[in-house]
């Protein structure tokens, strides 16, 4: 255990000074980019962006060893490149006896890594020979091999932005059928019984620092005591004269953007869900102290995702239409007029037909076939004007661009004018979910609000032994109501017995008292 945790730390040494001799590799390309005055005619900042790539490579390499074949790759891929990099330095000594500073200064690196590639192949080699001595003997008693602890709990930074912890799993899901010992355990933070700890200590807390006349948004207010503190253009094309190498550095800044944009999208993505799970775990357990309905806890689930989504794609569709007016001018006003037709097209079809259609088809069941078809076929029309919006939309801009010469159509103005599109077709297609989500969020945490605040059972009652009786609930002469300021009760003179292991179901029409009693 020891030694094992000395290569962690070894390995780790290492890759630092890696990305550190990556980040100036990286910083000497980009100060030889900006103090040149002639362009980018000369190739001395692209050798240091590709030995920065390198560099990174090994620094990543080093954190990140998933497999045996790839620790021998990776390990025999340290040792040529390290032995490579020693013997240039030694040729370069002999023959100028002077080395440059950025040479110099990786030189122990490279032995470093040259050492740790060693220690690499010998402790695979290890792994080896103990796997097949455990194939030839085999113990006289199976015991239960203990399980390897893979998950977000253990992961370095790295692994958890791209994900790579979860790797380990798939490769055993891949190899054989997954059984629940193989799947591992929530960390600590994601179980319920903190997540119900934590929220219960906000509650106790807002519920004797408020007065009842103060009671609003108490859960809300809980919730952010608990999880909120952790959440805290191309003209290139249109050059009289073409220069590869700009091109270049604009295309693989593109890249870099976009590689950026997607991991921070999956990370918020993620996180947000993760975060809805706590405050889903931490709601569920704390009504179903009181015996409520899970819904309302399963709607907060989702509500930080939803949360984000509401200003972000807001924020998105506004900067969206202000890069159009830039790009255009005048031209975007009539594309805008379609668009906002779509996206007020998304309200109707997804919640105001539904119960129309419903009360058609049961009033007329002689035409459902026909009035099926209809449904189908307006849904058809709503997927097509879906798909083809973004062409009449851009086409509907490029006409006013146009006809009122608000902007030259060159290969500039389009491409702008199609990527903005793209980026507001999200927000058009997901705002009014988000704002139905929103409002359902509301009800929940005030029913839930009402509820948490609502009367506590008296744990001090005495228990009666029901240990000698075949019977788990006896009712005798019960009166229900689900007011207590009612003066006559709900339901009144209720006799019920209910036997160990029986399946009970309350069932009843509305108003017939079926939440009175379980209240």
């Given at each position: 255990m020891?030694?094992?945790?000395?290569?962690?730390?070894f390995?780790?040494?290492?890759?630092?000074?890696?990305?550190?001799i990556?980040?100036?590799?990286?910083?000497?390309a980009l100060?030889?980019?900006?103090?040149?005055?002639?362009?980018l005619?000369?190739?001395?900042?692209?050798v240091y962006?590709?030995?920065?790539?390198?560099?990174m490579?090994v620094s990543?390499?080093l954190l990140v060893?998933?497999s045996?074949?790839?620790?021998i790759?990776?390990?025999v891929?340290?040792?040529?490149?390290?032995?490579?990099v020693?013997a240039?330095?030694?040729k370069?000594?002999?023959?100028?006896h002077n080395?440059p500073?950025f040479d110099?200064?990786?030189?122990?690196?490279?032995?470093?890594l040259l050492?740790f590639g060693?220690?690499n192949s010998i402790?695979?080699?290890?792994?080896?020979?103990?796997?097949?001595h455990?194939v030839?003997?085999?113990?006289?008693?199976?015991s239960?091999?203990?399980k390897a602890?893979?998950?977000i709990?253990?992961?370095?930074?790295l692994?958890?932005?791209t994900?790579?912890w979860i790797?380990?799993?798939f490769s055993l899901?891949?190899?054989?059928?997954?059984?629940?010992?193989?799947?591992?355990?929530l960390?600590?933070e994601?179980?319920?019984?903190l997540?119900?700890?934590?929220?219960?200590q906000?509650?106790?807390?807002?519920?004797?620092?408020?007065?009842?006349?103060?009671?609003?948004?108490?859960?809300?207010?809980?919730?952010?005591?608990?999880?909120f503190?952790?959440n805290?253009l191309?003209?290139?094309?249109?050059?009289?004269?073409?220069n590869r190498y700009e091109?270049?550095t604009?295309?693989?800044?593109?890249?870099i953007c976009k590689?950026?944009?997607?991991l921070?999208?999956?990370?918020?993505?993620?996180?947000?869900?993760?975060?809805g799970?706590r405050m889903r775990?931490a709601?569920?357990?704390?009504?179903?102290?009181?015996q409520?309905?899970?819904?309302?806890?399963?709607?907060?689930?989702?509500f930080p995702?939803w949360?984000?989504?509401?200003?972000?794609l807001?924020?998105q569709?506004?900067m969206?239409?202000?890069i159009l007016?830039?790009?255009?001018?005048?031209?975007?006003?009539?594309?805008?007029v379609p668009?906002?037709?779509?996206g007020v097209?998304?309200?109707?079809?997804?919640n105001?037909?539904?119960?129309k259609?419903?009360?058609?088809?049961?009033?007329r069941?002689?035409?459902e076939f026909?009035?099926l078809?209809?449904?189908?076929?307006?849904?058809?029309?709503g997927?097509?004007?879906f798909w083809i919006?973004?062409?009449?939309i851009s086409?509907?801009?490029?006409?006013?661009?146009a006809y009122?010469?608000?902007?030259?159509l060159?290969?500039?103005?389009?491409f702008?004018?199609?990527?903005t599109?793209?980026?507001?077709?999200?927000?058009?297609?997901?705002?009014?979910?988000?704002?139905?989500?929103?409002m359902?969020v509301?009800v929940?945490?005030?029913?839930?609000?009402?509820?948490?605040?609502?009367?506590?059972l008296?744990?001090?009652?005495p228990?009666?032994?029901?240990?000698?009786?075949?019977k788990s609930?006896?009712?005798?002469a019960g009166n229900?109501?689900?007011?207590?300021?009612?003066?006559?009760a709900?339901?009144r003179?209720?006799?019920?017995?209910?036997?160990?292991?029986?399946?009970?179901a309350v069932?009843g029409p509305?108003?017939?008292?079926?939440?009175?009693i379980?209240?």
């Open positions: 020891g030694e094992s945790n000395r290569e962690d730390l390995s780790i040494l290492v890759s630092i000074c890696s990305a550190f990556s980040l100036v590799y990286f910083g000497t100060w030889d980019i900006i103090t040149r005055d002639e362009g005619n000369d190739l001395e900042w692209l962006l590709v030995r920065g790539v390198i560099w490579s990543v390499s060893q998933t045996k074949s790839i620790k790759v990776i390990s891929w340290w040792k040529s490149f390290s032995l490579l020693s240039i330095n030694i370069l000594l002999f023959q100028t080395l500073f110099l200064i990786q030189w122990p690196v490279n032995i470093m050492v060693f220690r402790s695979s080699s290890d792994t080896k020979c103990s796997e097949d455990q030839l003997y085999e113990p006289l008693f199976a239960k091999a203990k602890q893979v998950g709990g253990r992961a370095s930074f692994s958890k932005l994900f790579s790797n380990p799993l899901g891949h190899s054989k059928l997954l059984t629940l010992e193989d799947i591992p355990s960390v600590d994601d179980k319920a019984s997540a119900y700890e934590r929220f219960a906000a509650w106790e807390s807002l519920v004797i620092g408020n007065s009842l006349s103060n009671s609003k948004n108490l859960v809300l207010r809980a919730l952010a005591k608990v999880y503190k952790e805290v191309i003209d290139y094309s249109n050059h009289s004269e073409e091109g270049l604009i295309l693989g800044c593109l890249v590689v950026v944009e997607s921070s999208q999956r990370r918020r993505f993620f996180s947000s869900r993760r975060s799970m775990s709601l569920m357990a704390a009504v179903y102290r009181k409520l309905y899970f819904l309302d806890a399963y709607r907060l689930g989702e995702w949360l984000h989504s509401a200003w972000s807001v924020l569709l506004f969206s239409i202000g007016f830039n790009v255009v001018r005048l031209g975007a006003l009539p594309g805008l668009l906002l037709i779509c097209l998304n309200v109707p079809f997804a105001s037909w539904e119960e259609f419903k009360n058609m088809i049961e009033t069941r002689e035409n026909k009035w078809a209809k449904e189908q076929i307006s849904k058809a029309y997927t097509v004007l919006s973004p062409t009449i086409s509907v801009i490029f006409l006013g661009c009122l010469g608000s902007a030259a060159n290969a500039s103005t389009i702008t004018v199609l990527a599109l793209r980026s507001m077709g999200e927000p058009i297609t997901m705002i009014p979910g988000a704002l139905s989500v929103m359902q509301k929940s945490t005030e029913r839930i609000n009402a509820f948490l605040l609502g009367d506590e008296n744990s001090e009652e228990l009666i032994s029901m240990q000698s009786s075949d609930v006896v009712i005798q229900f109501s689900w007011d207590t300021e009612l003066t006559v709900t339901l003179d209720v006799n019920l017995e209910m036997k160990k292991g029986q399946k009970i069932c509305v108003g017939a008292g079926k939440s009175s379980l209240h």
